[in-house]
């Protein structure tokens, strides 16, 4: 059986939050050194919607969909980052992002604080962004951003019985 999949999108957080959900590309959360000074190290976190689901949960994908200048011949670069248990993790930067919005999308097989699969409790625990680091006269623009969450849900099938009684398995979401 292939992996169901739920989306998590930002619920509250960094200012903007409630852009990210829904593609305004008139309204990114933008990253730009000549207004803000250095963004070596900037970043943005996320808390995110709970998922109502259940099953074994096999990956998690951090998803983003960004645009970004190159000057001087210096790119910008961007990590997905996650916060579990107090403490923030980073993937491998993606260098070089598009000048035209494209997303990216990092796996996360494991809980990074635990080296784990993931659980729900780690999931509804979870928050989750992005650093950047952009050079002088460069920019980056976030314009979405959420969370897959790849899981076998686990449901079996159903006990058929006469009477139109269907016996629910272990493990069904209901």
Known sequence: M?????????????????????????????????NAGS?????????????A???????????????????????????GR???D??????????RAEAD???????????PATSLAWTWDDIDSLSAGIRVNVNYGGWLNLYQFKILVYYDPGIYEEDSDVGGNAGISPGMVM
Request: proline share 5%; net charge negative; charged share 15%.
């Open 53 to 79: 689901v259940a099953g074994d949960i096999s990956k998690i994908v951090i998803a983003y969909r960004v645009a970004a200048s190159e000057m001087y011949g210096m790119s910008s670069t961007v990590r």
């Open 39 to 51: 963004t070596a190290g900037k970043s943005v976190m996320f808390s995110l919607t709970d998922a």
């Open 2 to 34: 292939s992996d169901s999949v739920v989306t998590l999108i930002p619920n509250g957080g960094s200012e903007g939050w409630d852009r990210m959900g829904l593609g305004y590309d008139s309204l990114p959360i933008a990253f730009n050194p000549l």
């Open 82 to 84: 996650t916060n579990t």
């Open 86 to 95: 107090g403490t923030d993790y980073e993937t491998a930067p993606i260098v």
């Open 101 to 111: 919005p494209t997303w990216y999308y990092v796996d996360v097989a494991t809980n």
